[in-house]
């Protein structure tokens, strides 16, 4: 094991290319941590906003924190030994603060990590998925995955599964009518998860004409959004009236007016995607107060989430097309070939595995 080379890719600012380096020996876990043997990454938008300089992290760092992996070992963690398959929670919580406890929030941990979020000189430095290895952390909450769900399914599952299964858990009782706006990975899995819920009418709006057929694929009516006005003229017609919850996870904030014109007297709004400055609404308090609409922000999730979506993605891997939303996988020596797929858009996500 001490001469097991760990590889791993460096971001340093925007601009310069993603470096990609090795090391000699392997890190040993410290109590409670465990060292995971990455079997495949996927790129998150978050990390390519990162990589174009729109958001900042401390750096030099190793970008990713969707991936599955394999543990190589793991010091007092109970319940896990060498050889399982697992996930992990994009957040380590401390388990101890008002935002753990009181507030049921451990996604914002007084004492919050990030994997993918972390510099290079915090702990062993492997915090990042775009590496052959990563260090696991006490705090971390860590899902068994089981055999029937693929590498290239699951690996998404830690950010944007976990996030729209947190997403969709805030809407209040059974709804007839949803609209997600947004017929991305996020919209796609969210209409997945509204028909598994019951929900009669799901409605995606999306602009991308190639995506339609996929959101029929995952359950829900898709709209074309190329045209605002008609996308909403056509759902209030084929819903006759306004919906009972609106999804946001496009990150376009021109789409907030088109969420609130659909959403009936007492309706919920529920806005996951604007995780970006510029995302100023145009929405007045009135229009708020009139409709008597709850608004509600949704960023990351809890460890209960994470589990949810590994039993939903094992529940529904035979129903519904996971497997064709994420590429097949670019070599992690080639990052920024990857990184650059993961931009044109024409996937899911863009998928990553060690050389
Ligand atoms: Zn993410
Ligand atoms: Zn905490």
Known sequence: MVDTPVKYCVFEKPGVPLKYKTRSFLPKPGVGETLVKIRLSTICGSDIHTIDGKRKEDTPCILGHEAVGEIVTTNSRHGFKTG???????????????????????EKCDHLFKYGHASIS??????????????????????????????????????ALS???????????????????GGG??????????????????????????????ISSFGAIPVDANHPQQAIDQIL???????????????????????????RPGGTYILAGLVHPNSQMEVTAEQIIRKCLTIKGVHNYSPKHLDQAVAFLERNVNRLPFESLVSP???????????????????????????
């Open 237 to 263: 017609k084929q819903s006759s009236g306004p919906v009972d919850v609106v999804i946001e996870v496009a990150g376009i904030k021109d789409l907030i007016p088109q969420g609130i014109a659909l959403l």
């Open 163 to 181: 996030t729209m299964i947190n997403a969709v858990s805030h809407i209040p009782g059974v709804p007839e009518k949803v609209v997600v706006q």
């Open 185 to 214: 990975l996020l919209g796609l899995y969210a209409c997945g998860l509204l028909k598994e819920h019951g929900i009669s009418q799901v409605y995606c709006l999306e602009i991308k004409k190639e995506s339609l057929a996929l």
């Open 84 to 106: 399982d398959r697992v996930t992990w929670s994009i957040a380590d919580s401390c388990g101890h603060c008002s935002a753990c406890t009181d507030y049921q929030l451990p």
């Open 329 to 355: 996988p670019f070599l992690l020596s080639e990052l920024d070939t990857a990184v650059m797929e993961a931009k044109g858009g024409a996937w899911g996500r863009v998928s990553v595995k060690p050389d």
């Open 122 to 159: 915090d702990g062993t430095g492997l915090n990042g998925c775009y590496a052959s290895h990563i260090i696991i952390r006490k705090g971390t909450h860590m899902v068994k995955v089981p055999n029937t769900i693929s590498d290239a399914v699951v690996a998404p599952a830690n950010c």
